[in-house]
């Protein structure tokens, strides 16, 4: 079965950088949409941001824009959110997400047929 799994989560200080990975297995990763959305205590669900099939085009919500950055190297079938200047308000769990449908990118979390279990994200001040 397909499966996407986080890792790199953990405990950090404000203003310090973090890297989380998504590794995909059981997909051709190229022809997927990955994205990346957070739910913080009490929050729904939110996009964070995401990076197209067949480029290196990505889109990221407003709150993260210039901060987080989304890369992926197909070779290795793995998606990399790289979060910097983080902030306590950042402090998530963190998922990984993919679609197939020709769509580039999407914030539409209906789309995305896959996730993973998360990854905890705690920033403290």
């Known amino acids: 079965q397909v499966q996407l799994v986080e890792s790199g989560g953990g405990l950090v200080q404000a203003g310090a950088s973090l890297r989380l990975s998504c590794r995909s297995s059981r997909i051709t990763f190229s022809t997927y949409t990955m994205g990346w959305f957070r739910q913080a205590p009490g929050k729904d669900r939110e996009f964070v941001g995401a990076?197209?099939?067949?480029?290196?085009?990505?889109q990221y919500s407003d709150s993260v824009k210039g901060r987080f950055t989304i890369t992926r190297d197909n070779t290795k079938s793995t998606a990399y959110l790289f979060m910097n200047n983080r902030d306590p308000e950042d402090t998530a769990i963190y998922y990984c997400?993919?679609?197939?449908?020709?769509?580039?990118?999407?914030?539409?979390?209906?789309?995305?047929?896959?996730w993973g279990q998360g990854a905890q994200v705690t920033v403290s001040s």
């Open positions: 990076i197209a099939w067949g480029n290196t085009n990505t």
């Open positions: 997400a993919g679609y197939r449908n020709g769509l580039e990118y999407s914030h539409d979390q209906q789309l995305y047929a896959y």
